[in-house]
């Protein structure tokens, strides 16, 4: 069974804060992805990453950033947390078939975030 | 224009009664597509992929119409397990593995 895991399930921060999100895939899959889930916009993914070391710009990229030094971890930053990042942050990572795009993500857990 | 829009519900049905949703999707170039379901407050997981053809997964039934670009989902004799969020996801580009999700239909089966 593939396990993604996040490294919070709540977190309430202040306005200004830098915040780490961690996620640890235990499946060996290139792919991850964080996506934030806000009620009535669905999910909109903010990076991705298809390789160590490599990432890419989402949708809506600004005001965050990611790190992805080892295969399974991808972190996500809020370099200075604002009130319009509190929202559901969800991590996802797959394994890329054969060929070309169609691929299953799994999900994480998801982490909660309150920025006061 | 969203990539992907759906009604967002919700629909309350009776257990054992049909109920079926569509969505729709912006791009026409667009490859895949796929039923994700997600329970309150837990994260989604893949329900069923969605084939030309139309295929079927137990009382789940899933449909593709590139024509007028929309895809549905059926859900016959529903059980209150069913009750869930239903998310439409679209890979909208070729040799890419991004997904585009729909905000998500929300079903309530009532005993």
């Known amino acids: 069974d593939v396990k993604v895991t996040q490294s919070s399930r709540y977190l309430v921060k202040r306005t200004g804060e830098k915040v780490f999100l961690e996620c640890v895939q235990d499946?060996?899959?290139?792919?991850m992805f964080w996506y934030r889930q806000d009620p009535g916009l669905g999910l909109r993914l903010i990076y991705f990453?298809?390789?160590?070391?490599?990432?890419e710009k989402g949708d809506i990229p600004e005001g965050y950033s990611v790190s992805r030094e080892k295969k399974e971890r991808f972190s996500l930053i809020l370099e200075s947390a604002s009130t319009n990042q509190t929202s559901m942050y969800l991590c996802?990572?797959?394994?890329?078939?054969?060929?070309?795009?169609?691929?299953?993500?799994?999900f994480g857990p998801g982490t909660r975030l309150t920025v006061l | 224009r969203k990539e992907v829009e759906q009604d967002p519900g919700p629909f309350n049905v009776p257990e054992g009664a049909t109920v079926a949703f569509n969505c729709t999707y912006s791009?026409?170039?667009?490859?895949?597509f796929f039923w994700y379901r997600q329970d309150c407050r837990k994260e989604p997981k893949l329900l069923m992929s969605?084939?030309?053809s139309g295929n079927e997964d137990g009382r789940f039934t899933a449909q593709l119409n590139r024509a007028s670009q929309y895809i549905s989902l059926l859900i016959r004799d529903s059980k209150l397990s069913d009750s869930a969020t239903y998310l439409c996801?679209?890979?909208?580009?070729?040799?890419?593995?991004?997904?585009?999700f729909g905000a998500g239909t929300t079903v309530t089966v009532r005993a």
């Open positions: 791009n026409s170039a667009s490859q895949s």
């Open positions: 990453s298809y390789d160590v070391k490599m990432k």
């Open positions: 499946m060996d899959h290139e792919n």
């Open positions: 996802a990572s797959s394994f890329p078939t054969s060929g070309i795009s169609t691929d299953t993500q799994y």
């Open positions: 969605v084939y030309s």
């Open positions: 996801v679209v890979n909208t580009r070729s040799n890419d593995y991004k997904l585009s």
